[in-house]
């Protein structure tokens, strides 16, 4: 089945530490997105990608790190530089082949990130 | 049981009832709008969407109307199921480019929390 794979659902981070989220899709979309969810609110985009080999900021980016080496894959990392990390992470991917073609984003089912 | 998803995020109906959440939205330049239903731990899932120059859209039980008069935006869902209780977003792509990109970033409502009744 086509979808979109976030691993792992929960995981946890130590003071100090990188920790990375795998995001993978076999949907063969171009874009791909990273938010955070916050109990009780909206999504935030943290970062987002139109094609391989290239990325942009989303609204929140500051603390977190991406790559596109690949189009089915789109990681995130959470850095040390982002001091409060707990959160629901959610990866999204969309069509978008001409940039103006009004498709839905399809999800993941999240990872969850906690303190220790 | 109505609700405006901005100022009165839950809603509780009778299985059964209809349902209808209410999202406003503030860009008159968006033309593209898109409801998700989200269970608890899950990521949101797509229910249905509209282009701007439609006012209604109907899909399984679900209607979604659209008043760029008032920018307001409304998902009705009919007889109501257990099944159905959830978070329910609404959001918007806007056509204008943003930041120097063209690409149509969705924007997101808080949500409403629907729960049903048995």
């Known amino acids: 089945d086509g979808g979109i794979t976030q691993s792992p659902k929960y995981l946890f981070r130590k003071e100090g530490q990188n920790v990375t989220l795998s995001c993978e899709q076999n949907?063969?979309?171009?874009?791909m997105y990273w938010y955070r969810q916050d109990p009780g609110q909206g999504l935030r985009l943290i970062y987002y990608?139109?094609?391989?080999?290239?990325?942009q900021k989303g609204d929140i980016a500051e603390g977190y790190s991406v790559s596109r080496e690949k189009k089915e894959s789109f990681p995130l990392t959470v850095t040390s530089a982002q001091k409060n990390p707990t959160a629901f992470y959610l990866c999204?991917?969309?069509?978008?082949?001409?940039?103006?073609?009004?498709?839905?984003?399809?999800f993941g089912d999240g990872t969850r990130l906690s303190i220790l | 049981g109505e609700s405006v998803g901005l100022h009165l995020p839950t809603l509780s109906v009778q299985e059964g009832d209809n349902s209808i959440i209410n999202c406003a939205y503030s860009?008159?330049?968006?033309?593209?709008f898109i409801w998700y239903k989200q269970e608890s731990g899950k990521g949101p899932q797509f229910i249905i969407d509209?282009?701007?120059?439609?006012d209604k859209r109907q899909g399984q039980r679900v209607t979604v109307l659209l008043n760029k008069t008032v920018k307001h935006l409304s998902l009705q869902i009919a007889a109501t199921q257990p099944g159905d209780s959830a978070v329910y977003f609404c959001?918007?792509?806007?056509?204008?480019?943003?930041?120097?990109?063209?690409?149509?970033?969705?924007?997101f409502g808080r949500g409403t929390q629907l729960t049903v009744w048995p």
């Open positions: 999204a991917s969309s069509i978008d082949r001409d940039r103006v073609s009004n498709q839905p984003q399809h």
């Open positions: 949907l063969n979309h171009d874009a």
């Open positions: 990608s139109q094609i391989v080999n290239d990325f």
């Open positions: 860009n008159s330049a968006s033309d593209y």
């Open positions: 509209i282009r701007s120059n439609m």
């Open positions: 959001a918007e792509k806007r056509s204008r480019s943003d930041r120097g990109s063209t690409l149509g970033r969705l924007y």
